[in-house]
T-cell receptor, first 110, second 116 residues
Framework: QKEVEQDPGPLSVPEGAIVSLNCTYS??????FMWYRQYSRKGPELLMYTYSSGNKEDGRFTAQVDKSSKYISLFIRDSQPSDSATYLCAMSSDGNKLVFGAGTILRVKS | GAVVSQHPSWVICKSGTSVKIECRSLDFQATTMFWYRQFPKQSLMLMATSNEGSKATYEQGVEKDKFLINHASLTLSTLTVTSAHPEDSSFYIC????????????FGPGTRLTVT
């Protein structure tokens, strides 16, 4: 079993839809959680980061962490074609080594 | 802010030669930098962690004599792939953590290495 599980998709939604991306994990020591967006042949771009459980909102993005369920989510409101990319969840127990999910491919259709 | 650059963005080299990749934090100081490797359609795998002025810490299975890492300043880390072979062909990405910051890592654009 992988430490971090993430559905690879692809997830296809119409423009303007609310997108829900999720990851589950098995290591209860994880306490730092991040979401990255990666376009093809580019480095990952940090979108959101949270520590421990709770919600965090930044513009169209909301990150949620439920440590009791070992489940994290990223919501994207009013999705745009430019949001089409691969979304990676990443987590760490010590703030150093990041363990990444496999990434979910998102396609937003105009 | 929090921009990380890498150079070169892509490189082709012959088997047996060495290649150096630079990672720079452009607008912040980074005590800690990380080197990752990504194969096509796969996620990132941490290779090593480097702290400024110290020896790098390598992940299990990563040959430290093959992947030489130097972090001589707070804005520059280098990865040298020595005696490269075709199986070393991959996408190498660095990240940096801001000195005095929290834990978030900012990634560079990556370097695509092809060994022929």
């Amino acid at each position: 079993q992988k430490e971090v599980e993430q559905d690879p998709g692809p997830l296809s939604v119409p423009e303007g839809a609310i997108v829900s991306l999720n990851c589950t994990y098995s290591n209860s020591a994880f306490q730092y959680f991040m979401w990255y967006r990666q376009y093809s042949r580019k480095g990952p771009e940090l979108l959101m980061y949270t520590y421990s459980s709770g919600n965090k909102e930044d513009g169209r993005f909301t990150a949620q962490v439920d440590k009791s369920s070992k489940y994290i989510s990223l919501f994207i409101r009013d999705s745009q074609p430019s949001d089409s990319a691969t979304y990676l969840c990443a987590m760490s127990s010590d703030g150093n080594k990041l363990v990444f999910g496999a990434g979910t491919i998102l396609r937003v259709k105009s | 802010g929090a921009v990380v650059s890498q150079h070169p963005s892509w490189v082709i080299c012959k088997s047996g030669t060495s290649v150096k990749i630079e990672c720079r934090s452009l607008d912040f100081q980074a005590t800690t930098m990380f080197w990752y490797r990504q194969f096509p359609k796969q996620s990132l795998m941490l290779m090593a962690t480097s702290n400024e002025g110290s020896k790098a810490t390598y992940e299990q299975g990563v040959e430290k004599d093959k992947f030489l890492i130097n972090h001589a300043s707070l804005t520059l880390s280098t990865l040298t792939v020595t005696s490269a072979h075709p199986e070393d062909s991959s996408f190498y990405i660095c990240s940096a953590r801001r000195t005095g910051g929290f834990y978030e890592q900012y990634f560079g654009p990556g370097t695509r290495l092809t060994v022929t």
